[in-house]
């Protein structure tokens, strides 16, 4: 193992022996004869941790080292040669701790090891097993397990402390755990000892930050909860968080009021009267390696001593301000006297030698009984205010111990004072001087104590606070980026006897329990020593209390109870602190950047015999014989060197030291010295001066209100800066006393510089804010008032350097702290000189001092500018300039002195120019000195424009000046003023727009920027706001402009006018509903694509041109829910409905397929009905006029003349379902009634048809042909290309829109899916167009229209989207009549067409539909030599059903394929019927009866890949897979990818017939058409009938005389078949 460690540690880069140097010594005070120990090892030393007579040593590489008397080990091992523990070797010690007379090591995985004595427990159960010795002579390790979750998990471990029979455990998630024995856990429980760790649930919930132990008490400093009482909060910042407020205004300590709980924390129950005390453990003796300890035999009466004696309460001199409430008060004063007497007796025969003699038999179990003691006499149950308690004399009568008293006594007095007691009470046994009204007053509930029920009943609230409080807590963290929180608690628990937990009494406690006092104290460090306490602050001030029998706690008072600052020299900050069992070290900045020692406690190092005795028996320190009152400056520390941090245990005292190598260590203790020096500084302003003031209650009225709420602007921002340096210089100090392991790029100046500057930044602007308003002259006079005969404080606080007297004694104070900034660079560039230029760190360490430096320039110059300001307005003060004056403005300049003049002005005129840093303002009729002016212009640096004027022969010196609404020239006196003044307006325009403000040349401000402006003058704009941007002085970008009466655009600009994309919100006061735009606008009017919302209901989506409705779009009308009761689709023209349009009339039950003019149906149009009608005819002035063709459902037809809707009156042929006719003159309604004058035909069974009377009931001759319809729809996509109308216009230009229409959806369409996005990248590379289009190319062209016909926002994708919603508007609902399937079927032709023709416009390569697309020309040798290649080849056709087709049908193939099901409605029920009834037979029956020769019946079939035989009875076995195949023509949508299917189903059926026959088998149709007959039948398809109809009518007529037109021949051929098949 040694071997092991050894390899491990050469492993390791040398660590220069400057670091960690280990100094021991005895406490005696600042003896001259006393010089330390240095303790030499080969590695630095990280930590020491000392125990009562024994010590443990923590070296780089995680080794551990014991030294002194180990008595686990029978061992005394001397400082100068510690012994290196072997068993932890190899396992990585980051943390060791020394308790009373037991250790503890802490491993980097979060492991504990404990080894010493063990005879309370405090070592834990082992993990061997259930070993519970006395003593455990090796390290071993100790499970600390959360058995609350599930599975139990194990704890990863932070921290220890230990005392002397307990030891703490603190977690990574910052939870305590706690084993040993003794009240000092702070355990719920009456079992000792705990052997496994368990979890402080009292602090369950809470952030625990640090723990130490005492003798037998302990200290938790934890992160505080905000008080959730906001008045309580403003009590605290109206005290200013005095450091004096423990003393002179602390709240008084106070109890839980709840009447079941005494101090101890332990509930009162009946069962309580029948629980007995263990018995008492023998003292202390030097314990013998495997000795084991005896449980006690028998119980001890029910009697328990507190703190191991007999404790009297002195309450004889306590009396009320009232008079008493009871008549039996007397008789509990008479009790309590008499108590208290005896107390004192027993005090005295204890000897004046050994203040605790008895508790030394009776302290392990004084608080593990749970029977309650005397103490509970101390403290009130009622829920009233406290009182002060006070002896005659007025000072509080001497503590002493208690008597037994049963506990039948206790409950009558606790009963008594439930009933009765009313008046006040006190819960302080010796502070009772304290201020009883202001204590009741600020009387709280303690924060995580129990007032009602049990512990355990209030453990959920306390370990889940509310989320209030949680987050509220972090908000300081969180501000500082993680930085150490000031605002921390400090809990204590256990043994009291000496008041060393700090709640006013010497109660003990057996669960943690807050000292209130120290609440706001922002405590970042605290110590305990065997019966005393330390609490060092953020402000370097300890508190100490507890005993102070030998001068430890640094001040006269004794015994102090709660926390007293401990006395200390001026000029000395306290940063470490430790304590020993009778002693206190303190680790201070003195004078010199170099740490000194402090030292509190006896100055006679005590005997061995002493020492031997204290070891044994003595629980309380005897009283020194010589100590100082105030803390003793240690001299030899100067010898030490850079100490780091401070040891104390036992009798000993311990230094970690650095020696300052290259001026390191000496330059990051210089750091943190002065920023804890700063922050001192700034508590002292904030307390002295500012708090004072900000209370003054004439304040306000001195002021003003815009300075009264500045000046508490600045007293926010100085307390945001306060608090940060606070945590930085806590950060520091932690940072010092783990400088070896920390690295310099983790200072916080690095990690949280864009915190810092903002702090800096936020701070001096309020500064200078307040200064420019005139804020510091009030100030000063309330000041005088304020502070008074404390104007000597004042000029303490100012610096040196700061001017002294007047009103800048303000001024100068608190600007001063800006100069840290300047420090900060200057301890960054002295530490990365300790660096190589090349290292990281040094990159890191200048690159911050730059940066903090560049800051501290920029403050220093805002100051200049802030102070200049000041002088400004106090020099031109009066009304006139007031409107001008702003806190954040500040002047640059002005033209005073007339060297700025406007150009053209007149002779007698007078114009005064000021820069401030967010405008220029020009003043007429101006007298500066006087600061007179008639009028003034404001323009906003944020929209100014500058530019120089270029000098010409007539010699002027003019700057020309652009604003939004106007431009005038400025004309300088000389060359120079016109480069300064040039300089400094685009100096200001450019740090208005974010930049530097510094370097800027003439005329480089920026001409395009975002701004925002309000015009004035007439026109569109008026008095309307804009945000957006700006080019020159002119709107052009994006922005949104606010009109006053509502009105609100948001889009793109261009030439200060609308003109892109935006979106339109125009208030309708009428209906009280805005009507909204979202689309294309330009130059200011609503042109192109977009969609409008009116506020009466109505949706348009379509074509705008100058701010109407032209060309293609839809109309939405009708108040319906969620459908409209009219849409129109169609063209528009000037805002009204003209040329081929589709109305669909909901309410009615109508839909118009026709032309239209001015809103009117006036053309040829087709109409049909809800109820079945089908007309087409003429319209005139929206009426039926002319000739036309009406069709009932039940296929009754008349022709004739119409004069009115569904009205006829002329000639006409009526034409019945049955063949029989009428011709003659018809007048009436169809709906009504027919007036009928004519001949009626009855037509023979041999007479032909009559073809002139069949050509009048032919439909579609009145209709709109298909190439007129949709021609709307076709021009927008011809303007989306560039092009005025259809093929006129450059491809290029054609090319380029699509590019800039792809890449201006990819940037302004942020909602863009990820197959969107792919899509629209792929379709920003345009293809080659221009090259002839050969077999090798055209599959980039084919795919490249996929591409585009997938996403709107290519002109292709958008007209494909378009036609699918017009054929879908014209198709679908009523439009869903079978006579209307040949109109769709010509518009789907149509569309072909039309389309083609755009595509062959980008693809001028593609030859005419039907061509032939040529193979590439081969010029290679190979291709020479084999010119047969390209007959090989099949010959590609091309035409517009096979390029488009596939993009269009499966879009529209729902509303067609329904009309082909309307139409073959008849049919196809036909051959259901017959298909079912032929179904019903086996295989063989069914081939037999079809013709199928027998040679083409299978014999076999395979099932789920088993063969199996087909017999007569088998069904659906023969031909399976064919079948399957033949049922994939239902899911096909295009017809090429329905005779693809049919070719597929052809194979499958020869394969299977191969397999029965030989391979040269060839089809003849005899034999084919009975097998796929069969094969259509099991085959099952539903509308076979639509499907093969609509396959003729669509599919490429370059393949009808094909192959695939043969197999389709076949397919038609067995649909006959089956048609003629007999029905029964």
Known sequence: ???????????????????????????????????????????????????????????????????????????????????????????????????????????????????????????????????????????????????????????????????????????????????????????????????????????????????????????????????QNTQNASEETQRGQSPHCPVTEGEEPFAADAGHYCPLGVELTEVMTHETSPGRRDPRRRLQPGERTTPPVGNTPPLQETEGRPRAHPMTGWRTNKKPAFPDEAELQNLLQKLSSHSLE???SAGPGDTDSMSSYTSEDSCVSSTPSTDLLTSSYKEDSPVKSQSNNGVAAPYSSSVPVCLEEVRLCLAAEKRALRGPKSTSLTNINQKGKAAANRRRSLPGTPTQGSPRQRRCSAGRPSSSCRSRSAAPEEAGGGLPSLETEVWSWGRGSEGQLGHGDQLARLQPLCIKCLTGEEVIKVAAGSHHSLALTAHCQVYSWGSNMCGQLGHVNSPVTVPRQTELSDGLRVWDVSAGQSHSLLLADGDCVQPVLLYCGPRKEPSSTQTETSRNTQRSPNRAESYAVRPDLLPFCVEMGYISGVCSGGQSCAALADVNVMGFIGAIHELASRERRFYCWLSSVKRLVLTPLRSRESASPSLGEPCTHLFFSLCESFVRLSLLIGQHSTALSYFLHDVQGCDIASLPLLTHSEHFLDVYNEYCSSVGDFQVMGGFRPLHKLSLECLGSQQAVLAQLCEPDQSAGGKADLVSLLYWP?????????????????????????????????????????????????????????????????????????????????????????????????????????????????????????????????????????????????????????????????????????????????????????????????????????????????????????????????????????????????????????????????????????????????????????????????????????????????????????????????????????????????????????????????????????????????????????????????????TVNGKGVLSLANGDSLEGMFSGEWTTGLKVVGTY?????????????????????????????????????????????????????????????????RRQSPNLSRSQSKVLECLECIPQHGEP???????????????????????????????????????????????????????????????????????????????????????????????????????????????????????????????????????????????????????????????????????????????????????????????????????????????????????ELTQEVKLMLDDSFLWCMDDLLPLFIYVVLRARIRNLGAEVSLIEDLMDPNIQHGEMGLMFTTLQACYMQILQESAT
């Not at 020159?1032 to 889009?1051: L, N, Q, V």
């Not at 409705?1109 to 319906?1120: D, F, I, N, P």
Request: charge should be neutral; glycine fraction near 10%.
């Open 1 to 227: 193992m040694e071997d092991t460690e050894e390899s491990h540690a050469d492993e390791r880069p040398p660590t220069p022996p400057e670091r960690g140097l280990l100094h021991i010594w005895q406490s005696a005070g600042p003896s001259a004869q006393l010089c330390p120990d240095r303790v030499l090892l080969s590695r630095p030393v990280l930590q020491a941790s000392l125990g009562e007579h024994h010590g443990l040593l923590l070296t780089q590489g995680g080794q551990v080292y014991s030294f002194g008397e180990l008595l686990w080990r029978d061992l005394s091992v001397p400082v100068s040669a510690p012994l290196l523990e072997i068993s932890l070797l190899g396992r990585t010690v980051v943390r060791v701790a020394a308790g009373g007379f037991h250790c503890g090591a802490l491993s980097e995985q979060g492991n504990v090891f404990m080894w010493g004595e063990n005879t309370a427990g405090q070592c834990g159960l082992s993990e061997r097993g259930t070993d519970t010795s006395i003593t455990v002579s090796e390290p071993c390790p100790v499970s600390v397990v959360d058995s609350d979750v599930v599975p139990p998990a194990a704890v990863r471990v932070v921290d220890l402390a230990l005392g002397r029979e307990h030891s703490l455990a603190l977690s990574a998630r910052n939870e305590l755990w706690a084993w040993g024995s003794g009240c000092q856990l702070g355990l719920v429980t009456n079992t000792f000892p705990v052997w496994r760790p368990q979890k402080v649930e009292h602090l369950s919930g809470r952030h625990v930050v640090q723990v130490a132990c005492g003798a037998y008490h302990s200290l938790a400093l934890v992160r505080s909860l905000h008080q």
């Open 346 to 348: 027993m005090r005295h």
């Open 818 to 1206: 800006l100069q840290q900034l300047h420090q900060y660079s200057r301890m960054l560039l002295k530490l990365a000189a300790c660096y190589d230029v090349a290292t990281t760190e040094y990159q890191s360490l200048d690159q911050g001092g730059s940066r903090y430096d560049s800051q501290s320039s920029s403050l220093l110059r805002r100051k200049k500018e802030a102070e200049t300001t000041s002088l400004f307005w106090s020099s031109h003060s009066g009304k006139t300039t007031e409107v001008l004056r702003l806190p954040q403005r500040r002047v640059v300049c002005e033209s005073g002195n007339r060297s700025l003049t406007l150009q053209n002005a007149g002779r007698f005129s007078n114009h005064w120019f000021i820069l401030f840093n967010d405008t220029l303002v020009h003043t007429q009729g101006a007298i500066p000195s006087q600061s007179l002016f008639s009028t003034h212009h404001i323009y906003p640096l944020a929209s100014l424009w500058v530019k120089p004027v270029t000098e010409d022969c007539s010699g002027l010196y003019a700057i020309k000046i652009t604003c939004p609404e106007e431009s005038f020239t400025l004309v300088a006196s000389t060359p120079q003023e016109k480069n300064k003044w040039l300089r400094s307006l685009n100096q200001a325009v450019d740090h208005v727009l974010g930049g530097a403000g510094q370097g800027s040349s003439p005329g480089l401000a920026a001409m395009s920027r975002t701004a925002s402006h309000t015009f004035c003058g007439e026109g569109r704009f008026k008095d309307a706001h804009y945000t957006g941007a700006w080019v020159a002085g002119r709107i052009h970008g994006r922005g949104t402009m606010k009109w006053p009466d509502g009105r609100t655009y948001s889009g793109n600009f261009k030439s200060g006018q609308e003109d892109g994309y935006g979106e339109c919100l125009i208030p309708d006061k009428v209906l009280n509903k805005p009507d909204c735009y979202q689309g294309h606008w330009r130059d200011g009017k609503i042109h192109g694509f977009g969609k409008y919302k009116y506020a009466s209901g109505e949706v348009y989506e379509g074509c705008f041109c100058d701010g109407h409705r032209h060309g293609y779009g839809m109309l939405s009308s009708g108040r319906m829910a969620k459908r409209s009761s009219s849409v129109f689709i169609g063209q528009w023209v000037h805002d009204k409905k003209t040329g081929y349009g589709v109305h669909d009339d909901i309410t009615r039950g109508e839909k118009y397929m026709g032309l239209w003019l001015d809103e009117q149906r006036h053309g040829n149009a087709t109409v049909v009905t809800q109820c079945g009608l089908y007309y087409e005819g003429i319209f005139r002035d929206n009426k039926m006029c002319g000739p036309g063709l009406l069709v009932s459902d039940d296929d009754t037809a008349l022709h004739g003349e119409f004069s009115e809707d569904w």
């Open 1241 to 1305: 035909f009855k037509p023979s069974a041999g007479e032909p048809e009559h073809k002139e009377r069949s050509g009048l009931l032919r439909l579609g001759q009145y209709a709109v042909p298909a190439a007129q319809r949709w021609l709307c729809a076709f021009d927008e996509c011809w303007s989306r290309l560039g092009c005025d109308s259809a093929g006129r216009g450059e491809r290029t230009a054609a090319w380029d829109s699509i590019a800039v229409t792809i890449a201006t959806a």
């Open 1333 to 1547: 289009v050969t077999t090798a190319n055209y599959d980039n062209i084919r795919r490249y229209l996929i591409k585009a016909c997938e996403t709107p926002h290519h002109p292709l994708g958008w007209l494909v989207e378009t036609l699918v919603t017009a054929y879908r508007m014209t198709y679908v609902g009523v439009g869903s009549n079978r006579r209307l399937l040949r109109l769709a079927v010509q518009e789907v032709l149509a569309y072909l067409t039309h389309f083609y023709r755009i595509v062959r416009f980008l693809f001028p390569g593609l030859p005419d539909d039907g061509g032939i697309i040529p193979d590439p020309p081969t010029s290679t040798p190979e291709s020479k030599q084999k010119p047969d290649m390209s007959d090989q080849s099949g010959v590609v056709v091309l035409s517009s059903s096979s390029l488009l087709l596939p993009q269009l049908l499966p879009r529209l193939y729902p509303p067609l394929f329904t009309l082909y099901c309307l139409q073959e409605e008849q049919e196809d029920t036909r051959y259901w019927e017959r298909m079912l009834r032929l179904n019903k037979q086996p295989d063989r029956p069914l081939l037999r009866f079809l013709g199928v020769q027998e040679k083409f019946w299978p014999v076999w079939t395979s099932i789920l890949g088993e063969k199996k035989q087909i017999v007569s009875s088998s069904k659906d076995a023969c031909f399976v897979s064919a079948v399957e195949t033949l049922q994939q023509i239902s899911t096909a949508f295009t017809p090429s990818d329905k005779l693809l299917v049919i070719q597929k189903t052809f194979e």
